[in-house]
């Protein structure tokens, strides 16, 4: 077996590519033994006996599995999380999302005739200054001011 390394970094020349990319075919190694210049390595390449492998690049498949995981839920358990709570949820947006369905409740209930307006207009009012957790909490501080009965409203 011939030593082909000055054969492949002038073909890594001609082709513009690194050493590692540069294909030759083991079936002519005897002809390209005898291919000593530049113009012999050209001829080489036109031939087709010496190649140019393909740019390899990093497969995304395993990357697409793990997002589409993601995006069922998965993998996001304490050991994968990065950053506070507050970065990964904004406050302002836990905020909103908690004010809007306790303010959406209370709408609920005075538009039902569940709570009287001045009920209503307290139990906003409270709601506004972040005493209440939850939907529930609030619906629990309103059953124990006496205001709603106990079956679900």
Known sequence: ??????QRRLAADLLKCGEGRVFLDPTSQEDLADAVTRNDVRGAIKAGV???HPIQGT???RARRHAAEVARGRHQGPGSRRGSPASRLP????WMRRIRAQR???RELR???KIPPAVYREFYRRAKGGMFRSRAHLLQNLRLAGHVPEAKA
């Open 111 to 113: 538009d039902g005739k």
């Open 104 to 106: 959406a409740l209370l």
């Open 91 to 94: 406050r302002k947006d836990r």
């Open 50 to 52: 010496i190649r140019r």
């Open 59 to 61: 497969s995304r498949a």
């Open 1 to 6: 077996m011939p030593d082909l390394s000055n």
